[in-house]
């Protein structure tokens, strides 16, 4: 199957600090997406992105779709704990065609 | 229900017991997917439902694994035979079924431990 490269594995920060993470991919995706998972639960959709270039904000969070459409990166500005969590990328081929990233590890230190 | 569903939360079995696992959609939602995360990894895709069409079942790893959805709403993942490498979150997600920009809800997951 296709191959998302997320980056960075884990990542540790003091509170009010940003946060980048990325994901790239060899193929060409029509959409990319960013999730957030909290433990025992489901991946929760925080921001799609369906043009390249396209650059979207959800409060805190910023999400750009690469130029390439090979890329997209998640910032997160001045971090809070209940950020903490694991964010994936995600990109969607056509049709029902979804491929996830191995997802960035994130916490948050007060 | 307002979101996806899951049962059970979780399901500890026996290796080479078989074990079914069930998917409430959102009312409404003719696409329904199917999800494997082991620890550490991202979703592994296993199967899709759209509609009535024939479902895209690439993803399934082995013929212990099949699926099923009954009147284009619940549906029932079933692994027989399980193995310890069975053992991870099931992860159920559907969403409206449009051609573009669609967005896919997921259910809370099922952990299996396969002893």
């Known amino acids: 199957g296709q191959q998302l490269n997320q980056s960075p594995q884990s990542m540790f920060i003091q509170e009010g600090e940003d946060v980048s993470m990325n994901c790239t991919s060899s193929s060409i995706f029509n959409t990319w997406l960013w999730y957030k998972q909290e433990p025992g639960e489901g991946p929760v959709l925080l921001i799609a992105l369906y043009k390249a270039g396209e650059l979207t904000s959800n409060g805190r969070l910023t999400a750009q779709f690469g130029i390439t459409r090979k890329d997209s990166f998640l910032n997160i500005s001045a971090s809070i704990p209940s950020d903490v969590g694991i964010y994936f990328c995600a990109g969607q081929l056509a049709g029902n065609q979804f491929y996830f990233g191995t997802g960035t590890s994130l916490t948050v230190i007060p | 229900g307002a979101g996806v569903s899951q049962s059970p939360s979780n399901k500890v079995t026996e290796k080479g017991k078989d074990v079914e696992l069930r998917c409430d959609p959102i009312s409404g939602h003719t696409a329904l997917y199917w999800y494997r995360q082991s620890l550490g990894q991202g979703l592994e895709f296993l199967i899709y439902f759209q509609g009535n069409s024939a479902p895209d079942k690439s993803g399934l790893p082995s013929d212990r694994f099949s699926a099923e959805r009954t009147g284009g709403s619940v549906s029932t993942l079933t692994i027989q035979r399980t193995q310890q490498e069975d053992s991870a979150v099931y992860l159920c997600?559907?969403?409206?079924?449009?051609?573009?920009?669609?967005?896919?809800?997921f259910g809370p997951g099922t952990r299996l431990l396969v002893l």
């Open positions: 997600a559907s969403s409206l079924g449009r051609v573009s920009r669609e967005t896919q809800y």
